[in-house]
Nanobody
Framework: QVQLAQSGGGLVQPGGSLRLSCSAS????????MGWYRQAPGKQRELVAT???????TYTDSVKGRFTISRDSAKNTLYLQMNSVKPEDTAVYFC?????????WGRGTQVTVSS
């Protein structure tokens, strides 16, 4: 089972920036697709951004132009750069990827956008 270790998150003011990281125990480019989900209180988990099977990126409409997903092969790490954050971005964020043994999830990290 692939291990995904998340870091980043915390409290940020509206309009601020934050970067989430997800370090994998395997070559990150072997995990396809791989991306970020979030779950706000009382809501279903939703896909935020992902690298698809063919390596292209997709974003949910509410974060387009504000969030950027990226990955670093040397560090086997997936990132989510969050800019111009809004209170509605408040949620627990999870990284997820499919490896040879199936899907793996990070443990989640809380992001709270508040003044």
């Amino acid at each position: 089972q692939v291990q995904l270790a998340q870091s980043g998150g915390g409290l940020v003011q509206p309009g601020g920036s934050l970067r989430l990281s997800c370090s994998a125990s395997v070559n990150i480019f072997t995990m396809r697709p791989m991306g970020w989900y979030r779950q706000a209180p009382g809501k279903q988990r939703e896909l935020v951004a992902t690298f698809t099977d063919d390596g292209t990126t997709t974003y949910t409409d509410s974060v387009k132009g504000r969030f950027t997903i990226s990955r670093d092969s040397a560090k086997n790490t997936l990132y989510l750069q969050m800019n111009s954050v809004k209170p509605e971005d408040t949620a627990v964020y999870f990284c997820n990827g499919r490896g040879s043994a199936g899907f793996s999830w990070g443990r989640g990290t809380q992001v709270t956008v508040s003044s």
